[in-house]
């Protein structure tokens, strides 16, 4: 890390108290709605899967999928982690209590294909929570017209991220109505939707340009009007507690959940998620 980017820390860390970070904002969103007995599913839980085990103590079992994954869990744990494709969930229907997902909308080829397969395996009464970048953030605005291979080596630049860890990304439903209109199309309704800003993290190659983007980010804070240039949107929808439980009846097996039949990616694993469910 630099030392440019060091001092740019330590000016956010001054400026922006945790407890407004999206991140924290998302993890309490989760925590509200975890009860002892319910199942978390997070779609892109990274190699690490550190929000995963974060909140593992929050629910019965947490499970989380991605494309790449470093750590699996274990017989001692409640969180389990899978190589799959949200296009197809690898849970059966009616299994999950709350679907979650953090900066992953934009990187969806097919987001409402994804959202019906959270409709899916959500019980009756469940939630799906998202906290994504919003598409007409302006510098989202100005990667969306870079090729991917420059958009990576500008990130790595701008924000100190790796190159492996930028993703393509499609931002096919990175607004609030893209977001209302794909989750509609799954049967899921909405229960807040709004947007939220950060600090300007694509800024922090030059201490002076990051002081500016800061004196930007609070103008569009401060002012009601300006929300939708904000960084990311926060929402939460549900599945209908009077849906129909889907295919299955919604019982989580005793050994594990199950996988589906059927999966469009042959290089994603199609095993079941095993777990242990005295925990």
Same mark, same amino acid.
């Given at each position: 890390m630099s030392k440019t980017h060091q001092k740019c820390l330590a000016i956010r860390n001054r400026l922006y108290p945790k407890d407004v970070w999206p991140g924290v904002v998302f993890h309490q969103a989760i925590a &509200? !709605? !975890?009860? $002892? &007995?319910? =199942? #978390? @599913? %997070?779609?892109?839980?990274?190699r690490e899967a550190q929000s995963l085990r974060q909140l593992s103590d929050h629910f019965a079992l947490s499970l989380g999928v991605d494309f790449e994954i470093a750590t699996q869990g274990s017989a001692e744990t409640r969180w389990r982690t899978a190589v799959a494709d949200a296009h197809r969930i690898p849970v059966r229907s009616g299994a999950v209590d709350v679907v979650t997902m953090t900066d992953v909308v934009e990187h969806l080829a097919d987001p409402t294909q994804v959202f019906r397969e959270c409709a899916r395996v959500l019980r009756p009464g469940g939630r799906l929570i998202i906290v994504t970048v919003n598409k007409w953030f302006l510098p989202v605005v100005l990667g969306r017209l870079l090729p991917h291979r420059l958009r990576q080596r500008v990130n790595q630049v701008a924000s100190a991220t790796e190159e492996e860890d930028t993703f393509p990304a499609y931002y096919r439903a990175n607004t609030p109505g893209d977001l +209302?209109? =794909? !989750?509609?199309? !799954?049967?899921?309704? $909405?229960? %807040?939707? #709004? +947007?939220?800003?950060?600090?300007? #993290? +694509? @800024?922090? @190659?030059? =201490?002076?340009v990051y002081r500016m983007a800061i004196m930007a980010e609070r103008v569009v804070r401060r002012f009601e009007c300006l929300a939708p240039l904000r960084h990311f949107v926060l929402c939460q929808f549900e599945l209908p507690p009077d849906a129909a439980a889907r295919d299955s009846g919604g019982q989580v097996e005793a050994g594990a959940v199950a996988s589906c039949k059927e999966d469009p990616h042959p290089e994603a694993s199609t095993e079941p998620v095993q777990v242990e469910t005295g925990t």
């Open positions: &509200d !709605a !975890a009860t $002892p &007995d319910s =199942v #978390r @599913f %997070e779609i892109g839980c990274g +209302y209109a =794909v !989750a509609r199309a !799954a049967g899921l309704r $909405p229960l %807040e939707m #709004r +947007y939220i800003s950060h600090h300007p #993290r +694509y @800024f922090m @190659f030059s =201490v002076l």
